[in-house]
């Protein structure tokens, strides 16, 4: 550990940390669930980090809020009713705050601290909860989901945070079945799915399991993030059986409706359909579950 710095160190990542300049020490406390800390970095803006682990930084979250929203909702004509799991930080509701078809945002995050402290040190992401359509529900997104009636969503976005500690169930198997139900047909999901250069196994495990689950199509995209562990984040897609949804070739574009007071600075339509091109590696395992 070097003095000054902050170095993101896991059992998720064994052998590797990411380290970066500290100037200050913004917040530090413990909620119900898990340390909080934020601090003003040198380099990347302020970063929020739960149990030692990054959440957001100010200079990279586009690259990953954006994607993590807009691939499902620009894939679907028409998103009238979404669900964000996690993402208490706002930034994902801000995303889809941008799409003039949606009339209702549902948020459950488990952790009423990380949402206050967004509001307080975040105020660009946080942003997100001001706007009307938004119903902020604190608790367990397991629970919250089991709760949904059937068909009530087009779109659920996971933003949730990594395996170990309160996100554990939010990768299992019952958590995706009932995600599926909560979805009506044709509806889509987008989950937090890790990295292909550390958690292939992971991912193999989430890819048959929606496989079993989903009955319209699965697939698997990333995004680069600097500051997240490897430099790279992916995400699992995937439709109900009903409608078609061809991820790779976006229906509902976006770039140029309802983003006059904040552009996008990281979404577009071709790096929406390059983000499902694979290495072959990963390419190999994902298409072999
Ligand atoms: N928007 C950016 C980043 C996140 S935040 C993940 C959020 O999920 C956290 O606020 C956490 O409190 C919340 N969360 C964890 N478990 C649950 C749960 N069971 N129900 C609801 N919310 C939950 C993701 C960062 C990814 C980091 C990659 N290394």
Known sequence: VIPGWFSEISPMWPGEAHSLKVEKILFQGKSEYQNIMIFQSATY???????????????????????????????????????VIG??????????ARHSSVEQIDICEIDGMVVEVSKQFFPDLAVGYEDPRVNLHVGDGVAFLKAVPEGTYDAVIVDSSDPIGPAQELFEKPFF??????????GVVCTQAESIWLHMHIIEDIVSNCRQIFKGSVNYAWTTVPTYPSGVIGFMLCSTGGPAVDFRNPVNPIEDKDNEKA?????????????????????KVIDSK
């Open 177 to 186: 079945e009932s995600v599926a139900k909560a979805l009506r047909p044709g």
């Open 263 to 283: 552009p996008l600075k990281f979404y577009n339509k071709e790096i929406h359909s390059a983000a499902f091109c694979l290495p072959s590696f990963a390419k």
């Open 45 to 83: 803006g302020k970063v929020l980090v739960l149990d030692g682990v990054i959440q957001v930084t100010e200079r990279d979250e586009c690259a990953y809020q954006e994607m993590i929203a807009h691939l499902p909702l620009c894939s679907i004509p028409n998103p009238k009713k979404v669900l």
């Open 87 to 96: 993402g208490g930080d706002g930034g994902v509701l801000r995303e889809v």
